[in-house]
């Protein structure tokens, strides 16, 4: 197989249309940030489209690196769901971060972007994803889940670290 680096705009999007997005963002995870940020930007000028779901993937998989807890111990052998880890999004994120997120992360966890062997996990965390949603959507529901979640910084995405800053401004 040619080299991701060596390919030209045509042969990158033809890789992007007839792969699962699942299989692609794993390979595209072991490269160095700058190569891929190089062919996102590159194909983003006229396919952003065709390469939506591997750009969100991508950042979304690459924050999921970071050493945020997705369940947070509440008290003793309990613990809860970091329904805002599970998005992305900062403890602070206004209405709209929380919506665009879960609109995102939907968008690139449907089955048909993995491969039938990774399938499952994709829906599991699809399931993770539209719970931590519904704990967060409505003001109500969101200080509901706030009373339950310690107000720890680290515990939760910094602003700057958004990985949704970052597929929004290669989208956009």
Known sequence: MKRLESMGENELLK??????????????LDLKRS????????????HKRAIAEAVILYHYKDYLTNPVPMKIGIS???????????????????????????RLLAKAHEPEVFSPAMRKSGEERLNEI???????KTPEKRAK????????????????????????????
């Open 15 to 28: 890789l992007f249309l007839e792969s699962y997005t699942g299989d692609l963002v794993s390979v595209l």
């Open 35 to 46: 190569l891929v940020k190089h062919i996102f930007s590159g194909l983003a000028r006229e």
């Open 76 to 102: 003793a052998g309990i613990s809860i769901p970091n329904y805002y880890a599970i998005l992305g999004v900062s403890r602070d994120a206004v209405e709209g971060d929380i919506k665009a997120a879960h």
């Open 130 to 136: 539209n719970e931590a949603y519904q704990s967060l």
């Open 145 to 172: 889940a706030d009373k339950l979640l310690p107000n720890i910084a680290y515990l939760y995405p910094r602003r700057d670290q958004s990985w949704l800053d970052a597929v929004q401004q290669l989208l956009e």
